[in-house]
């Protein structure tokens, strides 16, 4: 047990988020500070005895929110992606902060050896909350996915690669999911004035071998199925549908679903993906203000391309809201273990 005192003691951090074992500690990822307000960042735990060590970051630069974080371990690369401070998340959105552009829209690039800011990418003040990395597990390649929640032009979301072009680093968009138009009357109270589904990609998945992108978006209630051979000419090829904040789609194996596709975790053999409905407790009832009854789902993606719903997995979550799933014998965002 790590009391919050004791992190905020050592770190300056609280709000722990996101795990991951690297070569000398465990990394976790932290939303912002002990008074709900930032800068978030990384610290660091002891591998053996799980004690705090610290804050990670020697030169912190431009960064201040904080959400998600991997590795080119093999490059001494870390990338960092936003979302918002505790403050500015733990209540629920904030329509103004949204309309105003302050949640995350950027990228950064650390020096992992040196622990030091080197680039912050940009991707535009109206690409609001830029979540999810899944960097190539090939560890000759540097280049990698981030999900993009929505856009303030038109309420699309999409997906952004990174990569590294003459020395510096590059984010340029490869995927868009446009909004889908609703009678208002079906919508929430936050999108009447919209008349449209936003997708809302809240989670990504990429395939061991680097071929198959997953997206759950979670507003429509559409899982998509990318071919990402060539990262920067995605081909669509496969699409399945569950909940959906209008569509309601059913489950073969039960009725009409709330809530949709949301984290969402592939198997190391690539021909199942399982997804789970809720995103976040303060934020669900927004967006399915009739609330989230949890349930996971299991869906078989061919090894050729294509996907189906298995009929027979799906799994209720009585009083409860599932959010992440690992498998037990490893999955597509296991820690990193391929090495040059």
Partial sequence: MIEPEELARKTGYS????SHCGPDAIYFSALGAPDGGGPGGIFLLDHETFDVVGAWEQERGPQHLAYDFWWHLGRDVMISSEWGTPNMVEAGLNPDLLM?????????IWDLRRRRHVQALDLGAEQQMVLELRPSHDPNKEYGFVGVVVS??????????????NGSWQVQKVIEVPAEPAPPEQLPDALK?????????TDINLSLDDRFLYISCWGTGEFQQWDVSDPFSPKKTGSVRMGGIVSRAAHPKNGALNGGPQMVEVSRDGRRAYVTNSLYGSWDPIFYPKGIRGWLAKIDADPAGGLRIDPDLFLEFEGERPHQVRLEGGDASSDSYCFP
């Fill in 15 to 18: 709000r722990p988020h996101t």
């Fill in 100 to 108: 105003q552009g302050k949640y995350g829209h950027q990228l950064h």
């Fill in 152 to 165: 303030l032009k038109d309420l699309s979301a999409s997906i952004w690669a990174w990569h590294r072009s």
């Fill in 193 to 201: 004035p919209f008349g449209a589904v936003p997708p809302l990609i």
